[in-house]
Structure formats: C-alpha cells, structure tokens
C-alpha cells in the first residue's frame, strides 16, 4: 500500500508554487497525495515568515501534531520555507518541536528528497538549511494542483532591502532562470491545456538584471504571450522603482496579458517610503499609473499597503488614503507593520503603539471596501468573460475570475471548469460578482 503525503502551505503564490515542487518530490520517492492530516505518512509545512500571523499559524500547527506523533511515531514531519531559513528559527524550532524529523530551507528545497531518504536510515533528525543561494534547480515534475491556473517562477530572491522585509534575508539574491527554460515551460503548459500564466518573481521588473539570461522583463513578457494558444498571462510582483514603459508597450501588443498590474505602494507618504528603502517617491509611483492608463485606459491597479509603519504620523497615514482615493485601486491587500527580526524597521525606537495601528487599518480596510464595492457595481448588467476555475459544492457554483482578477459565481449544467465563458453580471455582493452564463457566446 503506497505511503501518503500531506503539505501545509503558507503564505503567497510563490509558496503555493514551491508547494507544488514539494508535491512532485514526494511522488518521486513513492508517496501519494492524502486528504486529511490523520492518514498521512509524511506531513511537511511548507512556512512562511513574512507577517507575524503567518509565523504564528505554523507553530501553532505543527505544535498540535504532538498527539498524532504519540500515536504514529513512524509518521515523518518535515519543516521547510521561510521561516526554517530565518537566522536563529531552526533551534527555536528544535527546541520547541523535538518531534520534527526534517528541516530544509528556502535555498535548497530540491534536497527534500535525499532528506527523507537519510530520515529511513537513521533516527535522528535530519537538519539541513543551505546559508548561500546556489545554481537555480529546475523542477520539471512540479505536481501542479491549481488547473486551470498555472504559475511559473522566472526568478528567485530579491535585492530591495526595504527596511521592514525579511524576504532578501530568507530568499536570497535575485537569481533569474533561463530564458528558454521559462518559454519551454510555458508551452509545455498550454500544451497541456492551462488557460492562464502567471509569471512569478519577488520584483519580476528586475529579471535578467543579474546576467544570467539573454532577456530584459519586458523582452520575456512579450516571448511568452507570442506563445500559440488561447490563455491568458499575468505578473508578479512589479516594483514601482522598476516598473516601465517597455512593459506597458507589450501589454499594448498582447491581448493575452491581463490589463491588470499589481504594484505595491505601501506607503502614500515620501518621509515613510523613505523609512522603508523603496526607492521612489509618492510622485514617481502616480505618474507610473498615468502612463499606464494613458497607454492602456482600460488597465486596473491593485496594491500592497502597509499601516503603522515606525514613525507614521496620522499625516502620513493620511496622505495614504488620498493616494488610495487617487489611484482608485481595483483592490488592496492591507497589512498592519509587523516587525520582522533581522530588519532594520525591528530596531527602529519609533515603534507604533498596537491601538494606533488597528484604528488605521480599520479605517483604511472600510476605505478599500467602500472603493472595491463601487468598482463592482459598475459591472451589474455587463458580460464579461471569465476563466471558470473551480466549483463550489457548498453554494452549488461554478466559479472564475475577470481579467481584473475579480470573482464572478454562477450555474451551469455542464462542467466549464477551464473554459473562458461569457458572464452577464445580475448582481455584485462587495467584490464578488453573480451572473448568468451565455451560451453560444
């Protein structure tokens, strides 16, 4: 009876991605894909360590897995990503959790698999985490679980040191992969029949910036959506220090690419972007959105902001909301700063007390929602086309997104998951949209 795997992954698409790699290792060294926790054989927390909920979430996890390695002591428990890679993490992990069996790092995940086969042979825990980025490893049996959504790294690491982020420290230098693996990848997808790339780095403007590939961002971007097929492409993340002309060019050539940039302002005050080591100012970030909508008018935004940052005045939180209101986001991911030891914000004696920091997020989250609920009542009676996804059993529908990445429901007789349908828009509920599908359309 073959063994069975389960992953616990954290954090955003790129570990959702490296979940994936995860996935094919296992399958190579003969396991199986388990539903629940309670039957399986090898269970690895693919970790987080970005914001302090998500490191908060893998302790408490793994720390309820006690009981089950009582009753399974033959079950293995792995430990992987960011937080195993955080200077100092794996003796607190040690110490707090001496029923892990595995740990591996962020830099040398493709050793997960003679890990395991160390672990068979020996009793003692296995303790690897490489401390320098080496040669990018191409995982070309990546168990891809997000059909029709495929996501393609086209680059690791980062070189940005803002000052409150920890993933330089945990992810390394910027690494781009090759050119020609990257298309040969993408094709191989299409062939396959995925409908929609994203192209994934931590600062995608920045790929080929290190010499180890023939080809800029923009230059990449435009290979990949010549690519034959019927699908779409994404990207991210852009950062606005980098994000350029070139680029909106191609997307003003493929229909393929999704009118959509994602790019993250954190902050709408200069003397807080400074603090933060990003580089550019509230004035070089608003005119990047006007070139970018006078190319592409139709072209949505949608953004990274951070409240509470050391030394934030209620000015400067301010002017983040008039920057909100100015750009008029499509939709914004809202993080109160969490300090992340290592960096230098964490040392910063500015610190924001706690009740500051809620009552700005508060305020800011209505804000946004009030912004998102507009944009969606402005669909109600459009058709829209939409790459259905998924199907919820519990609401009894099919489910996909719009170029703009916003959530459309509906019914359907037939299975349409992985098919760009036509959507009248009846009603919008916040950001999600209900509608009816087109036939024929």
């Excluded at 539903?35 to 970005?50: K, M, P, Q, R, S």
Aim: hydrophobic letters at 35%.
């Amino acid at each position: 009876m073959a063994q069975k795997y389960h992953i616990v992954t954290y954090g955003c698409q790129m570990n959702v991605h490296e979940s994936e790699k995860i996935a094919g290792i296992l399958r190579r060294v003969g396991y199986t894909e388990s539903g629940a926790l309670e039957e399986a054989d090898i269970i690895v927390f693919n970790t987080c360590c970005i914001r302090e909920n998500a490191e908060n979430h893998a302790f408490g996890n793994i720390g309820a897995l006690k009981k089950l390695k009582k009753q399974k002591p033959e079950l293995l428990i792995a430990v992987g990503g960011c937080m195993t890679q955080e200077k100092g993490k794996t003796e607190v992990l040690k110490k707090k959790f001496p029923f892990i069996d595995i740990m591996f790092g962020t830099l040398n995940l493709e050793d997960l698999e003679t890990l395991i086969l160390r672990k068979r042979t020996q009793k003692k825990k296995v303790i690897e985490i490489r401390e320098k980025e080496g040669e990018i490893i191409e995982f070309p049996d990546a168990y891809r679980t997000s059909y029709p959504n495929a996501w393609v790294n086209i680059m690791y690491g980062c070189n940005n040191f803002c000052s409150y982020c920890i993933v330089p420290y945990v992810r390394g230098r910027e690494r781009s992969r090759k050119s020609e693996h990257i298309l040969n990848e993408v094709r191989q997808l299409v062939k396959e029949g995925y409908k929609e790339i994203t192209l994934l780095g931590q600062n995608v403007n920045s790929y080929g910036s290190d010499g180890k590939t023939d080809m800029t961002f923009a230059q990449l971007l435009d290979a990949v959506a010549s690519i034959e097929g019927n699908f779409r492409v994404r990207f991210m993340t852009s950062h606005p220090k980098d994000f350029n002309e070139d680029v909106v060019k191609v997307m003003e050539k493929h229909r393929k690419i999704c009118r959509l940039v994602h790019l993250p302002v954190q902050s709408g005050s200069n003397a807080v972007l400074k603090e933060m080591n990003r580089r550019y100012t509230r004035e070089k970030y608003l005119s990047e959105i006007e070139m970018l909508k006078s190319r592409l008018p139709e072209a949505e935004v949608t953004t990274d902001i951070i409240v509470g940052f050391p030394g934030e005045t209620e000015d400067d939180y301010l002017q983040t909301e008039d920057l909100v209101k100015t750009v008029d986001y499509a939709s914004a991911f809202t993080f109160v700063y969490s300090p992340r030891q290592g960096t230098k914000a964490a040392e910063m004696d500015n610190q924001i007390p706690e009740d500051v920091q809620k009552d700005r997020i508060m305020r800011l989250v209505e804000l946004v929602n009030s912004l998102t609920r507009k944009k969606s009542e402005k669909y109600v009676g459009k058709t829209v086309e939409i790459l259905c996804e998924d199907y919820d059993a519990k609401k009894g529908l099919y489910l996909g997104r719009d170029e703009f990445g916003r959530m459309g429901y509906f019914q359907s007789e037939k299975d349409v998951i992985g098919q760009f349908i036509q959507l009248k828009i009846t009603k919008a509920n916040g950001i999600s949209l209900f509608g009816e599908m087109q036939e024929g359309k």
